[in-house]
């Protein structure tokens, strides 16, 4: 219920900020004067808006929604010997990866995982699960956090948004183009947008998206292998390398992923109840991750 409430607030906020900058830049309409011809640049802004301010107000969210979602409790003042060694192991990552502190969390999960998420490099947030910390030793643990420091020095929660934000910009642009094209052509209708342009760009911004989706996911599975190298370099190649041995013991195992759907992009493993073909994974498989440490590659 939360994760819904949070995603219908989320595209309230998207349908405000769009409205109004519409408004401003006064693009009312994207029919020509004639209302019968498209106005193509028009309908380009209108989808750029649209696409962009959805991406940047989840990116401008994530934190805010990661810690509800997940439940993450951030660390304050640490309360024991491992919320203070977690503190200064991130601290100290963050100072070699030339970042700003970010805040540190963990999260009520007995799967092994963690997350980084934040609209500013120096303003981030990493978590780690609490069956992670139970399982791994500190030096998989510090991997795992050099993993997502890496997520974080290297720019990947905004890149990811202006990827989203380019592939959001065109599903719509060529789903209303394709509803256009039924109305007029197919359905003969002459004036205005009918039924039929409305109902045909539904579908064709749903079948889209769905299409879209691989080319997120496929950057998304790059930037992972970054990440990765980048955790070899802070924490050492061989506790990377080991701590993904171990995650890829876990999900051979097949525990439950219990981290939202909504985090999984830079999570230092997207588990295993996903049976999707690799165009729709998030990350690669952990085998292949592995060798690429190995390899150099």
């Given at each position: 219920?939360?994760?819904?409430?949070?995603?219908?607030?989320?595209?309230?906020?998207?349908?405000?900020?769009?409205?109004?900058?519409?408004?401003?830049?006064?693009?009312?309409?994207?029919?020509?004067?004639?209302?019968?011809?498209?106005?193509?640049?028009?309908?380009?802004?209108?989808?750029?808006?649209?696409?962009?301010?959805?991406?940047?107000?989840?990116?401008?969210?994530?934190?805010?929604?990661?810690?509800?979602?997940?439940?993450?409790?951030?660390?304050?003042?640490?309360?024991?010997?491992?919320?203070?060694?977690?503190?200064?192991?991130?601290?100290?990552?963050?100072?070699?990866?030339?970042?700003?502190?970010?805040?540190?969390?963990?999260?009520?999960?007995?799967?092994?995982?963690?997350?980084?998420?934040?609209?500013?490099?120096?303003?981030?947030?990493?978590?780690?699960?609490?069956?992670?910390?139970?399982?791994?030793?500190?030096?998989?643990?510090?991997?795992?956090?050099?993993?997502?420091?890496?997520?974080?020095?290297?720019?990947?929660?905004?890149?990811?948004?202006?990827?989203?934000?380019?592939?959001?910009?065109?599903?719509?642009?060529?789903?209303?183009?394709?509803?256009?094209?039924?109305?007029?052509?197919?359905?003969?209708?002459?004036?205005?947008?009918?039924?039929?342009?409305?109902?045909?760009?539904?579908?064709?911004?749903?079948?889209?998206?769905?299409?879209?989706?691989?080319?997120?996911?496929?950057?998304s599975r790059r930037r992972e292998f970054r990440a990765d190298a980048a955790g070899a370099s802070l924490a050492g190649r061989n506790?990377?390398?080991?701590?993904?041995?171990?995650?890829?013991?876990?999900?051979?195992?097949?525990?439950?992923?219990?981290?939202?759907?909504?985090?999984?992009?830079?999570?230092?493993?997207?588990?295993?109840?996903?049976?999707?073909?690799?165009?729709?994974?998030?990350?690669?498989?952990?085998?292949?991750?592995?060798?690429?440490?190995?390899?150099?590659?």
């Open positions: 219920m939360l994760r819904i409430g949070l995603f219908l607030l989320t595209n309230l906020a998207i349908i405000f900020v769009a409205s109004v900058s519409l408004s401003l830049l006064g693009f009312s309409g994207i029919l020509a004067e004639n209302g019968v011809d498209l106005n193509l640049q028009s309908l380009l802004m209108f989808c750029a808006v649209f696409g962009f301010a959805g991406s940047f107000i989840s990116l401008l969210l994530s934190k805010f929604m990661a810690k509800r979602s997940s439940g993450t409790v951030i660390i304050d003042q640490p309360q024991n010997e491992n919320e203070r060694w977690l503190l200064t192991t991130v601290a100290e990552l963050a100072k070699k990866a030339d970042i700003g502190m970010p805040e540190v969390g963990i999260f009520p999960a007995q799967q092994s995982n963690a997350f980084a998420t934040g609209w500013n490099r120096n303003k981030a947030l990493v978590a780690v699960s609490a069956g992670l910390l139970q399982r791994f030793d500190r030096d998989e643990v510090r991997a795992v956090l050099a993993h997502e420091i890496g997520h974080v020095a290297n720019g990947d929660m905004i890149t990811l948004s202006l990827v989203q934000g380019v592939v959001n910009t065109f599903v719509m642009f060529f789903a209303r183009l394709i509803g256009f094209f039924v109305d007029r052509v197919i359905l003969k209708n002459q004036r205005g947008l009918g039924l039929g342009y409305w109902i045909s760009t539904i579908v064709a911004e749903i079948c889209l998206g769905i299409l879209a989706s691989t080319i997120v996911m496929w950057f506790a990377m390398i080991n701590a993904l041995r171990k995650l890829q013991v876990e999900t051979q195992a097949q525990m439950e992923n219990q981290m939202p759907d909504t985090l999984t992009a830079f999570g230092i493993s997207a588990g295993w109840k996903q049976r999707t073909s690799k165009l729709f994974m998030t990350h690669p498989p952990l085998q292949e991750r592995i060798e690429a440490l190995r390899y150099g590659q």
